[in-house]
């Protein structure tokens, strides 16, 4: 599937949001991503899933270096240049930028509907100063390659469909050539029926530029559809970590075993009823916490959890799981087979 | 039919149209929908129109006097007479009577002098923008019977060619003072936007301080200050002065709220996620996605300004005589009497009012359109 | 098992400025007593037309009802909705009394000028004048309580805006329950919640539905929560309904190539991992009109002039599966 090069090196990655509510208010912080770590090989998809608020697109955006992150580190490697985000100059963030793209979610605020779609698709080349015909050339060229025509260029976002929008934001992303894309929420604006065409096509890319995706979502189906590694997020930190066949098989963290009870079930007609349901809410992100921060939801709860710090541990065959009970109790994970296509 | 495609090969032309319409084509389309909008904006045109070539339109400049005419009634203008039959128009001369009853003077048509109306015909000389020099006037009489469209005033003056002059000021101080507000507005509410925190609740505060000043007072203890030697123009930019430093505050709100809008619009952190620069980013996705909303903005915020010239200059606080606009010809008619006996000296107040309204109409129909993707 | 609610031939049109909208075009349907109807169609496939024509909340002009008839409780009362004033006593008494209905948007559904706990006491009060001031409190709390309001009296006195998402959805229920309605309608009630706390959602809206003896229509454009949450289920595309059935059949037999095709390009969690076949093209504009069948333009099954000229007519078999589609002719 893939090799065994990392391409991505995320450390202890924190991103904190100030909030001040008014003029003389003390500040408080939110912590949207708080000591996040994991590495993405090249060539492979890496799955963030993991409930509204809980901190994804703040990692997806620190990634592309929209935020400022607060502390942490991101390593940069495909082979021919290494480059560290957090001390990059002027020149190696421009490399970083060209080498990783990000696709946003709404295919109706991510274009500007005052540009047409040629303009829309040339400003990462024109931003990075690419000569003329270099840049009607590629243009030309993805525009195919994300399955939309030359006629469609002079066209104005106003025109198109969700589905068609999302192509010309795919096309944006994919025209500097990066080599790590990150989806976030890449397909869940579309309509169901659009849906698959675009998951194909980014797997269609994949095959045929080997290009490595984080792909964010909080729909386990796609999730499992897509990705060959799975990253469960809650509340700004990791909770579980491994390939897709254990975590979904034989989850290690009860998050992740009440996410996949969640998930609606096409077939769970006769079972109705039957669940075991994560009871409350996501916990406040300004609170500064110890222990497990999925304390106040967990039916597996102990006093301890609460004082021991949390902390990734490996179960086995590189899965890892905050939970520290997580050999204590069973956990049911999806019963079915997930063999790949 | 048995392909599976697409069928989008064949493209009518009016989905040509659409397809490739740009922002601003999309707006005129809406904004030729709004039929009281767009017949306003005509209306509009014209009066600044009729601004722009005052001098050539008028009979008369704004301080001729006719001394023996003060007070005249609007001139009748004919173009039949019962002898003569159709004809070119005409006016006939007026005699001066006293009513025996209210001793006061009359003006009646005296049937024995006709005077056609001559166009194209030489009258004072004027300079057209300050460089033409021409005597050319659109039309005119001789020198003897003037033609008093809209009546005279106290001294004798035409009341028609000064409201026309008057539109000269009244209708530029609108426009020079929103694009001083527009800058200033712009510049703060752009980087209270674009900046946010400390730098953004300072400027805010700012705002509301400013708004929350009673303006009327505050126009007119600016005003009051300003030395009576001074000479008109220089009246007329520090009255432009002080009508915009109190009005930029709610430009530059609207500035502010849409560049925090536009800040956060997925397209603008795709620019960022490119590497775009700020200028970059500032130029071409930020200022297009709310330059349409400003336009909207100042439009609605222009009749303010007119009205706050003309209540400034009919309180005697701005523009001072002998030049010319709306508010210091009204100040003719602060006096009951003067509204009774000389009714046409409230003509300037109908141009106001018809000014701000058609303003109004055109900002309503350029807010419907202002914005197509929604 | 007794009909409940009727719908017939039903015909609604938006009058644009650009054109008009056939949001909905002969839609047939009927919900029986203690049953769960799953509504199941895209962005745009009329779904919330439907419903809102069936409350008499669609917003006259610039939509109009062109056809057809909206009957609640045929065999007994038969009232026919479509022709009571929208405004008038009986309708009112139908909207809270017999039929209430639950938004995608709890947050637009409340004031925020008042406590959550008032705006359910006022429902409650509006429709029952009889109750005293202590018997609607406790009729209230006892409400919050069973749709999982933690210390309801505590939380009476809260605005909607210290609510999260949830939690406003679960006091929307409370407030749409206040006058055991016989018909419950949910517009897409969890689409903008977490998995999480949509399993809490579905999983009370089970509940409450069969403690009250309510018929429910759910509404998703979540093929998933529709196969779990419905006893039959109404497949609908560009407003018409083109499937219609028990939830297993309609499930695991489709007829219509639209439902094949969807099911064919949905992910699932609960089988193996297939390659997607998506649908190809995309949703046709609102004002395409179709003289055929509105697929058409997308359907892989199609069978030519005909389906391209000629209205498809509803087929029903044996089982109650009803299809529209001229392979099942
Ligand atoms: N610019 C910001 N300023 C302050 N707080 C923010 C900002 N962006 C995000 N947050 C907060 O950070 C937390 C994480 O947000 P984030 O958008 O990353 O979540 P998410 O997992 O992507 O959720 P969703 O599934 O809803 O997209 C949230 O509590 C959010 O309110
Ligand atoms: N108030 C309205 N004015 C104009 N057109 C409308 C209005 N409400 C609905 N429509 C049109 O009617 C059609 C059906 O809309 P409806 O809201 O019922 O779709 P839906 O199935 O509920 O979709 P969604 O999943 O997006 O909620 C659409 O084409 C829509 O454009
Ligand atoms: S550490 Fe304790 S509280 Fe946290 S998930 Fe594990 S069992 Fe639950
Ligand atoms: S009627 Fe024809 S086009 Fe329509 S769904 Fe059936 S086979 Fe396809
Ligand atoms: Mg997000
Ligand atoms: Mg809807």
Known sequence: ?????????????????????????????????????????????????????????????????????????????????????????????????????????????????????????????????????????????????????????????????????????????????????????????????????????????????????????????????????????????????????????????????????????????????????????????????????????????????????????????????ACMRTKEIQLNGLSIEAKQP | MGSFSNSSSVINEEDKNFYYATQWSLIRSRFRQHRLASISLIFLGLLYLFAIFSDFLVPYSSTQRFSKYNFSAPTSIYIYDSEAGFSSPFVYGQKKILDKKTFSWKYEPDLTKKVYIQFFTEGEEYSLFGIFKSNIHLFGIDEETPVFLFGSDRLGRDVFSRTIHGSQISLSIGLVGVSLSFLIGILLGGVSGYYGGYIDDLIQRFIDFMISLPTIPLWMAFSAVLPRDWSSLKTYFAITIILSIISWGPLARVTRGKILALREEDYTLAARAAGASTPRIIVKHLLPGFSSHLIVSITLSIPGMILAETALSFLGLGIQPPAVSWGTLLQDSQDLMAITNQPWLLIPAIFVIGTVLLFNFVGDGLRDAADPYS | MQRILEVKDLSINFYLREGVVHALTDVNFEVFENETLGVIGESGSGKSVTVQSILGILSQPPAKIVSGSIRFEPESRNL????????????????????????????????????????????????????????????????????????????????PHEFSGGMRQRAMIAMALVCNPKILIADEPTTALDVTIEAQILELLESIKSEFNMSMIYISHDLAVI??????????????????????????????????????????????????????????????????????????????????????????????????CHLHA
């Open chain 1, 1 to 321: 599937m893939h090799d065994e090069k990392v391409i991505l090196q995320v450390n202890d990655l924190k991103k904190y949001f100030s909030l001040r509510t008014g003029f003389f208010s003390e500040t408080r912080y939110i912590r949207a991503v708080d000591g996040v770590s994991f590495e993405l090989y090249k060539g492979e998809t890496l799955g963030i899933i993991g409930e509204s608020g809980c901190g994804k697109s703040t990692l997806g955006r620190s990634l592309v270096n929209l935020y400022n992150i607060t502390s942490g580190s991101v390593l940069y490697n495909d082979g021919d240049q290494k480059i560290n985000l957090i001390n990059a100059n002027d020149r190696e963030k421009k490399n970083y930028t060209k080498s990783v793209q990000i696709i946003f979610q709404d295919p109706f605020s991510s274009l500007n509907p005052r540009i047409n779609v040629f303009e829309t698709v040339a400003e990462p080349l024109i931003i990075h100063r690419y000569p003329k015909e270099e840049i009607e050339q590629k243009v030309s060229e993805v525009i195919a390659q994300v399955g939309l025509r030359d006629e469609h260029l002079r066209r104005y976002p106003h025109s198109f469909s969700g589905g068609q929008r999302q192509r010309i934001g795919i096309a944006r992303s994919l025209i500097i050539s990066p080599k790590v894309i990150i989806c976030d929420e890449a397909v869940s604006a579309l309509d169901v029926s659009v849906q698959a065409q675009i998951i194909n096509l980014l797997k269609e890319l994949q095959a045929r530029y080997h290009y490595s995706y984080i792909f964010i979502s909080h729909d386990m189906s796609v999730i499992r559809h897509i990705c060959d590694r799975i990253a469960v997020m809650y509340a700004g930190r990791i909770v579980e970590f491994g390939t897709k066949e254990e975590v979904l098989n034989s989850p290690k963290h009860p998050y992740t075993e009440a996410l996949l009870d969640a998930v609606p079930k096409i077939s769970n007609r006769k079972s109705k009823g039957k669940r075991k349901i994560l009871s409350g809410e996501p916990p406040d992100l300004s609170r500064e916490r110890i222990g497990c921060n999925m304390f106040e939801r967990c039916g597996y709860r102990i006093d301890a959890c609460q004082a021991t710090p949390m902390k990734l541990s490996d179960v086995g065959s590189h899965h890892l799981t």
């Open chain 3, 80 to 159: 026919e909705l479509n022709l009571l004033p929208t405004y008038g006593d009986t309708y009112r008494n139908v909207r809270w009394n017999d039929i209430s209905m639950i938004f995608q948007e709890p947050m637009s559904s409340f004031s925020p000028l008042h406590s959550i706990g008032d705006q359910i006491s006022e429902a409650l009060t509006l429709h029952r004048p009889e109750l005293s001031e202590t018997d609607v409190l406790s009729v209230c709390l006892g409400l919050l309580e069973k749709v999982g309001i933690p210390s309801p009296a505590m939380f009476f006195k809260r605005y």
């Open chain 3, 227 to 324: 196969g779990e949450i419905s006893d039959r289920i109404l497949v609908m595309y560009l407003g018409r309904v083109v499937e219609s059935g028990v939830a297993d059949e309609v499930i695991d037999n489709p007829l219509h190539p639209y439902t094949r095709a969807l099911l064919k390009s949905i992910p699932k969690i609960d089988q193996p991992i297939e390659s997607l076949d998506p649908i190809e093209g995309s949703i046709p504009s609102p004002f395409e009109v179709h003289t055929g069948c509105p697929f058409y333009s997308r359907c892989t099954e199609r069978l030519g002039e005909i389906c391209l000229r000629q209205k498809p007519a509803h087929k029903t078999y044996n089982n109650g599966h009803k299809v529209s």
